[in-house]
């Protein structure tokens, strides 16, 4: 007969876990009832590995910027010619402009996989040599999404630099930060694979919480965490865009290259 296997085995690839055990949540129910803590026990365990757990944290998230990064740099490789073929004649817009909008539908997570599945593990592009095929594919999954926001985004500035509407056309910038912050944010989907960001990092801690309330407290803390940066960096990019603006209206308006500075 075939061996029963649970729903965190069942998803298992040689190499990555793709998803949490259900066990990393609701941990396994004690003998005769839920066993649930003493008042008093609650909380002390995720107290007690915030000292050696927050460095671990923050390291992981440097690999989510480092995944940011590249993959705006990637995407924004990518959508500069497509961009340029954009503006140009119809021969090389109508091709472009598909290209694009293949690129904007992809879903993000089964690029990740198809890349991931699909390429074999000795694949050298170019004749590079990548060491961690898992995190190739989250940085580029995320790279094909970069490329159809900067293409749209970058065409919008162009067209608006051609009638001289410089307000809008530096409104490339501020939407170019907006991005980071959203591949930023879902860099987290690396955690599928395996690897070592912030994500990762606050799954495996869990594992070793035997309480689901520290459990609960722990991911409530990373969500919040989360939460803040983004919709302060938002709220930051909002106001810079604002000021940008408003400077460079004052500018063509009056022509005084000084206001630039006020």
């Not at 259900?22 to 066993?35: C, H, I, K, S």
């Not at 074999?120 to 040599?129: E, H, I, S, T, Y």
């Not at 509407?165 to 991005?179: H, T």
């Not at 594992?207 to 919709?231: K, T």
């Amino acid at each position: 007969a075939q061996e029963s296997r649970g729903l965190g085995d069942v998803y298992k690839r040689q190499h990555h876990d793709l998803f949490v055990p259900p066990r990393v949540l609701f941990g396994a129910r004690a003998p005769g009832g839920l066993g649930n803590p003493h008042p008093a026990a609650q909380g002390a365990a995720m107290i007690e590995a915030l000292p050696a757990f927050l460095p671990r944290f923050f390291t992981g998230l440097v690999v989510n910027i480092e995944i940011a990064v590249l993959s705006l740099l990637i995407g924004t490789a990518v959508a500069a010619p497509l961009v340029a073929m954009l503006v140009s004649g119809r021969l090389l817009a109508v091709p472009a402009s598909i290209l694009v909008a293949v690129l904007r539908a992809a879903p993000t997570f089964v690029v990740m996989f198809f890349l991931l599945n699909a390429l074999p593990r000795d694949f050298a592009p170019f004749g590079l040599q990548i060491a961690d095929w898992g995190l190739a594919a989250v940085i580029l999954s995320q790279a094909v999404y970069v490329a159809a926001y900067v293409s749209d985004n970058g065409l919008v500035a162009l067209r608006a630099l051609r009638v001289r509407d410089y307000a809008n056309a530096v409104l490339f910038l501020p939407n170019l930060a907006r991005a980071f912050c959203v591949v930023l944010m879902s860099s987290g989907v690396a955690a599928a694979v395996g690897t070592p960001e912030a994500i990762f990092i606050t799954i495996r801690e869990a594992e070793r919480m035997p309480e689901l309330g520290d459990r609960a407290a722990l991911f409530l803390m990373v969500m919040v965490f989360f939460a803040i940066v983004l919709h302060s960096a938002f709220a930051l990019i909002n106001m810079l865009r604002f000021r940008l603006v408003r400077w460079l209206k004052q500018f063509v308006d009056e022509g005084q290259p000084e206001a630039l500075l006020n």
